[in-house]
């Protein structure tokens, strides 16, 4: 008997919309999916408490760089919530009878992207709005708050790109492991292997999701050498324009690969 997924037993061809709740369906019916944007969510409030508990907030830090000290982890988070989304259906076999009720790969591929959007946008933005609140009122007065708005958008968005990154990763390995592994090292390997590259450095380590993350939320860490002398925002559009050119990798890669 052939298992069917939710988007063939709804529509025989399915566009976008009825791909997008498919999606939807399956991401909400994965407890490792759902456990991981619910960490992800979670680990930005948890990390302001920790700042304000152990007393670690560094002397010329911001209020707001301290109490978004996690969010790298978070976004890490992000990341591999991304990766699974795609290569768990290569893993389980499901994904050959999605292509089959809509076989316009780009379009599953946007639906999966989208509903990543939805469970990460706003529970991020949310996540670090009430991290910076409670840091603000558990962190010393005596430290700058920093400029929250609009860059509290701006980390809110560094975790979707984070998301469809992974998910751009997952298409293209296919194995969930080694997807997590990639996606993850993409994230942290610029700023390892920055420092070895001499006058490069600055261009390397500022390429990457987490050099914008940190560079929006302020914090001390994020200096020229370490992250790249781009602002924040140029570096989160360059690292969109990576994301992108590297979904569209991938769409074509489902398209002309066998499942």
């Known amino acids: 008997m052939t298992t069917r997924t939710p988007l063939a037993a709804a529509h025989p061809r399915a566009g976008f919309r009825q791909a997008y709740a498919a999606e939807w369906i399956k991401f909400v019916s994965v407890r490792s999916l759902l456990w991981t944007t619910v960490a992800t969510a979670l680990v930005p409030v948890l990390g302001a408490v920790f700042v304000a508990a152990t007393s670690s907030l560094q002397p010329d830090d911001t209020v707001l760089g301290g109490s978004l000290t996690l969010s790298v982890v978070a976004q890490m988070l992000a990341a591999v919530a991304g990766a699974l989304t795609v290569s768990g259906e290569y893993t389980a076999g499901t994904l050959r009878a999605t292509l089959s009720a809509c076989p316009r790969g780009g379009t599953v591929l946007a639906a999966k992207g989208a509903v990543l959007a939805t469970v990460l946008y706003v529970p991020a933005l949310v996540s670090c709005g009430a991290a910076y609140v409670l840091g603000g009122a558990l962190l010393p007065a005596s430290h700058p708050a920093g400029e929250p708005l609009p860059a509290l958008f701006g980390v809110a968005a560094s975790f979707v790109l984070a998301g469809w990154l992974g998910l ?92």
């Open 168 to 259: 751009a990763v997952g298409t293209l390995v296919r194995h969930s492991a080694g997807s997590v592994g990639a996606v993850l090292g993409l994230l942290v390997l610029p700023s390892v292997f920055g420092p070895l590259l001499g006058a490069a450095e600055p261009w390397v380590a500022g390429f990457s999701p987490t050099a914008a993350l940190e560079k929006l939320t302020q914090t001390s860490d994020a200096t020229a050498d370490a992250v790249g002398s781009l602002g924040a925002w140029p570096s989160l559009l360059l690292v969109a324009g990576c994301t992108a050119a590297l979904l569209l990798a991938a769409a074509v890669a489902l398209r002309a690969r066998d499942v």
